[in-house]
């Protein structure tokens, strides 16, 4: 697998570099933030904070009062899963839970990168975020990394390890910029639709030629 970089080097800075995981869904950006994170960059997971978010009591609330107990699992706290299949199919519903968990998850991501930023042992920092070119989160970054997948493989990966049906991937994506604008925006893309070891391989070399030396 090759890597097509298109910037030598990020910046010279005594602070580590910020780089932005970019790429469609189910593409397996995790698998790459792990790699990453396998060899010592610290990881800023939107999806980790996310799943916190919904637990407040403030979030929690809201997804009551609006939409009612049938949206929460056995353990008394909202389900992500029940959540997800009824907002990914209604544009108004979709902006409302944006509304509740959008601000905290930044505050929060933003308070991770800004210890990390200050932490002199922090190799790199990569931020695995959904919706990262939707937002601001992107002008946080020095560099985009696109993880690209073919769509059969995405497709399998959606079915197989996250359980949704046909055209479920497609539906949510609709709520994304396009794979091809994601592409060109990067500064380097990762193929990862083979052997976990080829996608090392090449998250090896960028993070060799990314970390702060």
């Known amino acids: 697998m090759t890597i097509a970089n298109q910037k030598s080097e990020i910046r010279n800075q005594k602070s580590p570099a910020v780089i932005g995981l ?10 790459v933030a792990r790699l990453f994170e396998r060899l010592g960059a610290v990881v800023i997971d939107a999806d980790a904070i996310a799943k916190e978010m ?7 609330e809201a997804v009551r009062r609006e939409w009612g107990e049938a949206l929460f699992g056995a353990d008394g706290f909202p389900d992500r899963a029940r959540i ?3 907002v990914f199919g209604d544009a108004e519903k979709l902006k409302k839970l944006i509304g ?18 200050a932490d002199a042992a922090v190799p790199l920092i990569v931020i695995d975020a959904p919706l990262l070119l939707e937002g601001e989160t992107h002008s946080w970054c020095d560099a985009l990394l696109f993880v690209e997948a ?3 493989a995405r497709a399998r990966r959606a079915t197989s390890v996250r359980g949704w049906e046909p ?10 910029v396009p794979l091809a604008q994601k592409r060109r925006r990067a500064d380097a893309v990762v193929r990862n639709d083979g052997e976990e070891s080829e996608t090392f391989e090449q ?4 993070f060799q030629e990314w970390k702060r030396q």
């Open 203 to 206: 998250v090896q070399s960028l």
């Open 167 to 176: 055209g479920e991937l497609a539906r949510r994506e609709a709520h994304q």
């Open 84 to 86: 997800g299949r009824l």
């Open 22 to 31: 970019v790429g469609g869904i189910a593409s397996g950006k995790s698998t």
């Open 150 to 152: 073919g769509p059969e």
């Open 54 to 60: 919904l637990r407040t009591p403030a979030v929690a």
């Open 100 to 117: 509740w968990i959008h601000p905290p998850i930044l505050r929060e991501m933003r308070a991770q990168l800004d210890r990390a930023l």
